[in-house]
């Protein structure tokens, strides 16, 4: 284990069952929320992630109605946040995240930023 806690959220158990266990095999702990409602369950329950990576497109809560409530927290403002998704550069840069990558996404490429941000 590397000591970075990951916390994935997608609305689609396969993503999240494949990004968890890749991140599982570089070292990282995995916490998963189907979407940003169930995420934000998880850090009011006590979840100190590192960094999370989530989807954008959810229902119940959308990545944008998470990432915004979020940064909007104190305790949370500074977890960095790497969003996945199939929208533009242009869409995805008025999100206030520490990376973005579109769907599907280049593993080792986006272990890379996860390890930087991660300090790793």
């Known amino acids: 284990m590397n000591g970075c806690q990951v916390l994935v959220v997608d ?23 189907e979407n940003g409602a169930a ?6 329950g006590g979840l100190d992630p590192d960094l999370i ?38 869409q995805r840069g008025k999100l206030k995240v520490e990376g973005a990558f579109e769907k599907p996404t280049d593993l080792p490429i986006l272990f890379r930023r996860i390890a930087e941000l991660c300090g790793i």
């Open 53 to 90: 990576l989530t989807d954008l497109m959810m229902p119940v809560m959308s990545g944008w109605d998470f990432c915004t409530t979020l940064k909007a927290r104190p305790q949370w403002r500074s977890i960095p946040v790497v969003v996945l998704c199939g929208m533009s550069p242009e």
């Open 39 to 44: 995420a934000m369950s998880l850090l009011e």
């Open 11 to 33: 609305d689609e158990e396969a993503n999240r069952d494949l990004l968890s266990g890749a991140l599982e095999q570089e070292g990282y702990a995995v916490s998963t929320a």
